[in-house]
Nanobody, 119 residues
Framework: QVQLVESGGGLVQAGGSLRLSCAAS????????MGWFRQAPGKEREFVGR????????YYVDSVKGRFTISKDNAKNTVYLQMNSLKPEDTAVYYC????????????WGQGTQVTVSS
């Protein structure tokens, strides 16, 4: 099992920045990928980006590319989502998730943290 604890959400004005953290504990050696997702009110959850567990490969969806950066502190088993140039449409509950090797979907999820961007 892996436990994921997120922090760092809040209210920010458009154009501002926030950094979300996701601390992983438990059987972290089996993690292959850490992903970030978000779910806006009335919408389905959407994938934002991911980083491999070694921290040397990232991927982002087009809507956040160039504005969001995912990084990892290997010593702390913590993944970060740095969000810059925030827009009102980035308002959502953000979730981190962990995917084990040899599985096809994300296996463990954090509790979510609210990000609200005011115009």
């Amino acid at each position: 099992q892996v436990q994921l604890v997120e922090s760092g959400g809040g209210l920010v004005q458009a154009g501002g920045s926030l950094r979300l953290s996701c601390a992983a504990s438990g059987r972290t050696l089996s993690i292959a990928v850490m992903g970030w997702f978000r779910q806006a009110p009335g919408k389905e959850r959407e994938f934002v980006g991911r980083i491999n567990w070694s921290g040397d490969s990232t991927y982002y969806v087009d809507s956040v590319k160039g504005r969001f950066t995912i990084s990892k502190d290997n010593a702390k088993n913590t993944v970060y989502l740095q969000m810059n140039s925030l827009k009102p449409e980035d308002t959502a509950v953000y979730y981190c998730a962990a995917k084990y090797y040899r599985t096809t979907s994300y296996d463990f999820w954090g509790q979510g943290t609210q990000v609200t961007v005011s115009s």
